[in-house]
């Protein structure tokens, strides 16, 4: 995404145009200003780590020397900063990280070709990288970067970290499986965190089975609920022997009797106690032989996205769980061959993007399709995933705008309502590119998300108009993930 924007001279959208005009330049300077702010602030950091290990190792001092001089510069500088001194000595080691191990990085910062957000991230992201293949991979993340905002690289990142190591996922996925584990971290107010490290296909599994059961509880104590003669911890009300008073005692205690109003979060969390301690969820209302449909009979659904060549086994790319993360090849195609149905994407040969499914009209299928290429709502530097979004045409149907992929895009309620009622304009220039021009005059460039499991550091023009129709393309279609 182009942040800084090009201006559009002349017409209804030139900046002279707008009452804000004034106010927009006040705020560019005030970025400009920030900006430089920020890059003398690092290498004043980084400076300040350096003449520390100079000083302590000016006599070929090392180790325990080394941290003391460091620590007693950052201390001073936290004074002079009013920070704490560990989180400016941080300051200082992450400073130095950048300026000396990413230097390609740190120049297209300074050149404001990516913001402080994208260096943090590729910092973070490429701390399992290698020495050996650093270079390449911070040169890649570059690229990435350019093109979205940093709260939107992460993903892109990790499978750019992932391609270049030179251990395949699947020997590093088995690596990190066999240190999976259960620990408890004891907390304030009586309260602990049970934290797992788990494959994540399991958790992700876990997750979605939690969510289903607490569903299920939830809709359990609507269908039953005092009024049937159930309390709130699923057991019957028993009769009192005093005959009419007792019966009447019993009504006021149903009367009152709270609903069970404990958010999904609560009850995911007592579940997950009940199935662990006790076998099964001892609140569940619907447990028992006699009853059809309980908690039992859910099982999890785990969405996994792999290419074809993955599935036959022609390379180890990892998979993506869809609203997870990574997955090793192995996993994903032992899940693969245990499932009925398929959702077949095919895939642009050059950008690895999805274009078109095998249903020509709109569909829940075609619907699948677009919520796999756009993830999220395609305004600029919004990340609301896409299945909390709308589909909206481009061109407005009533104007003759087709129900067609390359006339469609998710945008959240909010950026849906502000393309319709304010000066936002936006269009589709192939390949499920969006560009929108702000009321300023900016035009913003929206590319596709890159998909995890097609990743390509390559880019390529988008700018030919996408198609009319399905036979109108020019580029046939590549081999379909599933």
């Known amino acids: 995404m182009k942040t800084n924007g090009d201006r559009r001279l002349g017409g209804a959208n030139a900046p002279s145009a707008s009452p804000h005009a004034e106010a927009f330049s006040v705020f560019a300077d005030a970025l ?36 003391m001089e460091l620590r007693s510069v950052a ?75 940093p709260s939107r690289v992460r993903g892109a990142l990790e499978v750019l970290a992932a391609r270049v190591h030179p251990r395949s996922f699947t020997e590093r996925h088995t690596a990190a499986a066999a240190e999976r584990c259960v620990r408890v971290f004891h907390g304030a107010d009586g309260m602990s965190n049970l934290v797992a490290n788990l494959p994540t296909v399991i958790a992700v599994g876990m997750l979605d089975r939690l969510t289903q059961m607490g569903q299920s509880v939830k809709d359990a104590r609507v269908a039953t609920g005092p009024e049937d003669g159930v309390d709130a911890a699923g057991s019957s009300a028993g009769m009192n ?50 009853r059809a449909g309980g908690l039992g009979a859910i099982r999890a659904r785990v969405q996994v996205t792999l290419t074809a060549e993955t599935l036959v086994g022609r390379d180890e790319h990892p998979a993506e769980a869809v609203g997870g993360a990574l997955i090793d090849a192995e996993t ?37 399709l677009l919520t796999a290429r756009d993830q999220h709502c395609r305004f600029p530097g919004c990340r609301r995933a896409a299945i909390r979004c709308e589909l909206d045409h481009t061109i407005d149907y009533a104007l003759g705008g087709h129900t067609h992929i390359h006339n469609l895009a998710h945008l959240c309620q909010r950026h849906h309502s502000m393309k319709q009622f304010t000066r936002w304009e936006v269009r589709q220039v192939g390949g499920g590119v969006l560009e929108w021009t702000s009321p300023l005059g900016r035009v913003y460039r929206e590319d596709v998300p890159t998909p995890a499991v097609c990743f390509t550091t390559d880019t390529t023009d988008t700018t030919d108009p996408p198609p009319d129709d399905r036979t109108g393309g020019t580029t046939p279609p590549g081999p379909p993930p599933f």
């Open 75 to 149: 201390a001073e500088a936290a004074g002079m900063a009013r920070l704490t001194d560990r989180r400016l000595q941080g300051e200082i080691d992450h400073a130095m990280t950048v300026i000396d191990d990413y230097p390609a990085v740190f120049e297209a910062w300074v050149e404001r070709r990516i913001e402080r957000g994208h260096v943090d991230v590729i910092v973070r992201v490429g701390t399992g990288v290698p020495d050996e293949v650093r270079g390449s991979f911070a040169d890649a993340a570059i690229g990435v970067c350019e093109r979205d905002v």
């Open 241 to 290: 022997a005093t005959g009419a008073t007792g019966a009447t005692e019993m009504d006021a205690a149903g009367a009152e009797e709270p609903t069970d109003t404990r958010t999904m979060d609560q009850l995911r969390a007592d579940i997950l106690g009940d199935l662990v301690l006790g076998g099964a969820p001892v609140v569940d209302p619907t447990y028992g032989a006699d």
């Open 32 to 67: 400009d200003l920030f900006h430089a702010g920020e890059v003398a602030r690092m290498r004043a950091l980084a400076d300040l780590g350096r003449s520390a290990l100079r000083e302590a190792r000016r006599d070929g001092v090392r180790g325990m020397a080394s941290d």
């Open 332 to 368: 994903a195609r032992l899940l693969a061959g245990q499932v009925t149905e398929w959702d077949r994407l095919f895939i642009d040969p050059v950008t690895r993007t999805p274009v078109e499914i095998d249903t020509y009209r709109p569909t829940m299928a075609m619907k699948k």
